[in-house]
């Protein structure tokens, strides 16, 4: 269910990797939540260098959501970079693991599985 890569790039890196290669795949980077940053502002010490990345393709979305409404609880997609005993790590849930507990319908399915593909090259084209 979980999927992660590690990259000899700094976090910062993959970061202004991901703001290109994103949209390429014509999914839009709806936020980026940086939690050294929030945690550290909220007065929680938190060391690590951590950004999850909220990405969303709107016509797959919209396609789920018409099969099943549930979906929006697992929407949008994330892609995580962190640092972890020295290396950067970048990750993901995978979506057709993710989808699965909402049943076996073939639209979800088929729709995570092209989600989970174009993620994954994502990934693969940032690290």
Request: charged share 25%; proline share 5%; net charge negative.
């Amino acid at each position: 269910m979980i999927h992660i890569k590690t990259t000899p790039k700094s976090v910062d890196e993959v970061t202004r990797a991901l703001e290109t290669v994103v949209p390429a795949h014509q999914f839009g980077l709806l936020h980026m939540h940086d939690l050294k940053i929030t945690m550290n502002d909220k007065g929680v010490e938190f060391a690590p260098e951590c950004r999850v990345f909220e990405v969303c393709n709107p016509h797959h979305a919209a396609a789920v959501l018409k099969e099943d409404i549930r979906v929006n609880m697992a929407l949008p997609c994330r892609i995580s970079v962190w640092e972890e005993d020295g290396e950067t790590k970048v990750g993901t849930l995978l979506p057709t693991q993710l989808l699965g507990v909402f049943g076996d319908s073939q639209t979800l399915m088929q729709t995570a599985a092209e989600v989970e593909t174009t993620m994954l090259a994502i990934i693969e084209e940032v690290i």
